[in-house]
């Protein structure tokens, strides 16, 4: 089967991939911590960029997160909000996350906890309000591919004595198409050898997950690069990546529906994925230009008790330094204006914008 049919089930096949089996994913107890995991600095920051398009909207406002993990960002956004949405959308297919994110919001006042809905997949009824898509479109499978003495060769997953392995096979269809876009987009076309990945299902499922978004604004979360870094000649094994107890791997066939497999996200695609969607780019930046742009750090010195202090110090650096989250993860402002009444970049973009390297 190709590599990515193999990504999907070992994600999504019911009752046995990783994201539906039951078994615990997020924090210290599981096997990655997101931002939201951290602490509330990192929702604050959304809030902060949502209160503007709240009061705009007015207070039937709805707010969409796919994927929303382990609750935690849901239930941080809520309680910061000064304008909370009249809806707080989970879009969530799995019972056992459901359960896990229930628990989370548990914490929540009766109140902010009566606005939360759980919905299987977008609502056919559209709304004005905002999407947050956070570490979701890593999760999407990809097609891995290998530029050949002949062409380019997509990925298979073939048994060989008893084992999971890979083999390649003429690309065809979308996986060529898409291969043959990304090419022709680089400075200089990738070498025989040269393997990375594409994900042809990002277009489709932007379009979908976007489709109710009637006016408002989209937010963007993950890790990646814009594409002529994502496919720099000194990246030539892709960025597939694999994780199992908080330890990164790199043998997808290792423990498949126990480990996590991602890629990384390739943000120029995105973009023009979301362009082809109606919205404009209105801001790209790091992790780190997003939360300090946004003025959170400002809590800081609003802590009086030294071992807060030193708590949120240490949350803020782990959003932030370039060792640990602060330039792998990104942030992209998606806006579909309608009456053109929602203003331009979000605030937190000014401070380190990087549109022009998409």
Known sequence: MSFQRYMAMALYEPGFGYYVNGLHKFGAAGDFVTAPEHGRLFALALARQLEPLASRLGKNWTLMEPGPGSGSLARDVLSQLRNPPARYLLLETS????????????????????????????????????????????????????????????AVVTFVDGRLAWDYAPAEGRVLRAVEQVISDLPQPPGVGYTSEV???????????????????????????????????????????????????????????????????????????????????????SQAGFVLGSGVADQLEQVTDERDRMRLSGELKRLVLPGEMGDKFKVMALVREGDGALGGMPEAFALSDQVDRL
């Open 95 to 154: 019972a056992p996350l459901r359960e896990v994110q229930r628990e989370t919001l548990s914490a929540l006042s009766e109140d902010l906890r009566s606005r939360v809905e759980w919905i299987a997949a977008p609502p056919d009824r559209g709304f004005d309000g905002a999407v947050i898509a956070n570490e979701v479109i890593d999760a999407l499978p990809v097609a891995r591919f290998r530029v050949g003495e002949t062409g380019i060769e997509q």
């Open 199 to 285: 994900c042809v299902d990002l277009p489709e499922w932007l379009d979908t997950v976007t489709a109710p978004l009637k006016r408002g604004m989209a937010l963007m979360i993950d890790y990646g690069y814009p594409r002529r870094e994502y496919y720099h000649p000194d990246r030539n094994d892709g960025t597939l990546v694999c994780h199992y107890r908080h330890r990164a791997h790199f043998d997808p066939f290792a423990w498949p529906g126990l480990t996590d497999l991602s890629a990384f996200v390739d943000f120029t695609a995105v973009a023009e994925a979301a362009q082809a969607c109606g919205f404009e780019v209105a801001g790209f930046t």
